[in-house]
């Protein structure tokens, strides 16, 4: 399978049209795509692709047909989930000790809330509205759940996030503080706090860090 194009490991003589599995092979993979994108043999045998080439159009394909299928809310949340270093999550070691562990109810909903799944359980039904706030609707995959801003969870979710990287740069040794600067700027003008103010040792200016806590699902960011 050298060069990744071990699947066009055959003979000259029988990578022709006539040859079954190259021809099926062809069909297949040009069901799966759209029309710019198909293939023939006369390309494969003069300009090979390689097989990382083809999957990634393949892939690329499957994605659009299934994000064009889906409502607006499942798309924002296909685009979050795909996005680089978005699954990061899934791949670290459960540290219990380190707080990077979840207990199997918080992993099954949050694996579930990922793909998409609903994620109560089928015999614990779910109000119609909102508790904190009745004129919102609740939906079965919490589309409102998670952009509530009532009840403090985005408030602890947001302080939870800055005290993690508030605690990553203390280990590293940096000379960093919480929620400060804020006041009367130069202008006169009320200044917010800064989550994070690391201090440069070396006498020029200091960085501020804010965090935010946002949704996919947000109202005023879906599309």
């Known amino acids: 399978m050298a060069d990744g194009h071990g699947w066009l490991e055959m003979s000259s003589d029988s990578a022709t049209p006539s040859h079954p599995l190259l021809a099926s092979t062809i069909t297949l993979f040009n069901n799966c795509v759209p029309p710019p994108e198909a293939v023939s043999v006369q390309t494969l045998l003069s300009n090979p692709p390689t097989q990382r ?7 690329e394909s499957q994605f659009a047909i299934l994000y064009n299928s889906m409502s607006c809310a499942n798309k924002a949340r296909l685009l979050s989930v ?8 899934l791949s670290v070691v459960p540290s219990e000790v380190m707080g990077l562990h979840l207990n199997p109810c ?3 909903t949050a694996v579930k809330w990922w793909l998409g799944l609903n994620p109560h359980s089928e015999n614990n ?7 904190l ?10 589309h409102h759940s998670v952009t509530c801003k009532r009840g403090g ?6 302080n939870l996030l800055r005290n993690a990287v508030y605690e990553a740069c203390r280990q590293a040794s940096l000379s960093v503080c919480l929620e400060v600067g804020g006041g009367l700027g130069r202008d006169k003008a009320l200044t917010r706090p800064a989550d994070i103010l ?6 020029s200016a200091s960085a501020a860090y804010d965090i935010t806590v946002t949704s996919p699902l947000n109202p005023s960011i879906k599309r």
């Open 198 to 203: 690391v201090s440069n040792p070396s006498g």
């Open 53 to 59: 080439y083809l999957s990634d159009v393949i892939e």
């Open 153 to 158: 969870d985005v408030t602890n979710r947001h």
């Open 125 to 131: 039904a779910i109000p119609q509205t909102c508790p």
């Open 82 to 89: 795909s996005s680089p270093h978005a699954s990061a999550w």
């Open 133 to 142: 706030c009745p004129e919102s609707m609740l939906d079965p995959l919490c």
């Open 106 to 108: 918080e992993l099954n």
